[in-house]
């Protein structure tokens, strides 16, 4: 079973930078994609990227492109997210997820890493 650990969040001023990154451990990572989603204060949880672990490829939502880029080192079984131009409408709980099979759920999760925002 695949264990995912988030690493990066904090406190930063707006216009400022974060880089966030999510090992997985317990057996190397041989899924389809790994996702960054996050929880905004009082909001439902929503989607920001994905990278599929193969590929590379990249996918982000709207409100965070240009701002946000998503790698991977396969070899550490890691995913990164970094992000700049950083607004306090991206102050949420960021959590890393595992899609173990194309067209699957997300069905490994992270335990979530704070990131706030301040104006």
């Known amino acids: 079973q695949v264990q995912l650990v988030e690493s990066g969040g904090g406190l930063v001023q707006a216009g400022g930078s974060l880089r966030l990154s999510c090992t997985a451990s317990?057996?190397?990572?041989?899924?389809?994609?790994m996702g960054w989603f996050r929880r905004p204060p009082g909001k439902e949880r929503e989607f920001v990227s994905t990278i599929t672990w193969n590929r590379g490829r990249t996918y982000y939502t709207d409100s965070v492109k240009g701002r946000f880029t998503i790698s991977r080192d396969n070899a550490k079984n890691t995913v990164y997210l970094q992000m700049s131009s950083l607004k306090p409408e991206d102050t949420a709980v960021y959590y890393c997820?595992?899609?173990?099979?194309?067209?699957?759920?997300?069905?490994?999760w992270g335990q979530g890493t704070q990131v706030t925002v301040s104006s």
């Open positions: 317990g057996r190397t990572f041989s899924g389809y994609a």
């Open positions: 997820a595992a899609q173990v099979d194309y067209g699957g759920p997300y069905d490994v």
